[in-house]
């Protein structure tokens, strides 16, 4: 049977880095959704859509050609055939996504693409939807999060360490706005699955939440 691990959660709880270690260790395929509808997002800011006419984004949505490839383990997003991981981590980005995610033709578009490829891989996902919506019969549901202030605060020390200037209220701000449109979206708001597990990373190091979604995972 296909070992198909879910994790989703809030922005900034760590699910990408800790599904990458748990990816590593159990030999599994990383998905992040995450950045494939922020590729979706980079082409609507790239073409001067304005966020609010949904019509012209599903229509651009339609056409678009967003695939996935990996490169030396890396997942690389390919954009109308364009790799375009290097643009996808800016704030301007992960804001545009979420608002683009809101869509139901481009979630329909993206659902369909993951659900291909943990049909095809064993995989750890992780996203917002991927235990209530993408995968509903993953072997494994977590739900990753953590407080906004510690997750404003990782992202803060993240900034910082890069030498870029910024606002840790204006960070917090911007997570809690997020979390908020992410969760009351009409389409596949965020929350926890029923049948997914609460991990709470707030005071656990990045080993420790390792660890736990793999004793949580092993056997399934
Ligand atoms: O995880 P991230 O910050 O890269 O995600 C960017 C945005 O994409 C986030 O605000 C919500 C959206 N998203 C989603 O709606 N569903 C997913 N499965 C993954 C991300």
Redesign the pocket.
């Known amino acids: 049977m296909r070992i198909n691990i879910a994790v989703d959660g809030p ?1 900034g709880a760590g699910k990408s880095t800790i599904a990458k270690l748990v990816a590593k260790k159990r030999n599994l395929i990383y998905v992040d ?3 494939m ?2 590729a979706m997002a980079l082409l609507m800011i790239r073409n001067g859509v304005d966020l609010s006419d949904t019509e012209r984004i599903i229509s651009l949505a339609e056409t678009a050609d967003i695939s996935i490839a990996y490169e030396k383990g890396e997942q690389v997003v390919l954009l109308n055939g364009e790799n375009v991981n290097a643009f996808l981590r800016t704030e301007a980005v ?1 804001n545009a ?2 608002a683009v ?1 809101a869509i139901g033709a481009v979630r329909k578009k993206l659902v369909q693409l993951q659900q291909q490829l943990a049909a095809k891989s064993d995989c750890i996902m992780d ?4 235990g209530t919506c993408v995968l509903p019969d993953a072997s494994c549901k977590i739900y990753l999060t953590a407080s906004s202030a510690v997750r404003a605060k990782r992202r803060f020390d993240e900034l910082t360490a890069k030498g870029e200037e910024c606002d840790y209220d204006k960070i917090l701000a911007d997570i809690e706005a ?1 979390d908020y449109r ?1 969760m009351h979206r009409e389409i596949s708001p965020l929350k926890q699955a029923p049948d997914a597990i609460l991990v709470d990373s707030s005071d656990m190091t990045v080993e420790d939440v390792v660890d736990r979604i793999i004793e949580l995972s092993c056997g399934k």
Do not use: K
């Open positions: 922005a959704t995450g950045a509808y922020r992960g996504a979420s995610s996203g917002r939807d991927i997020r992410d």
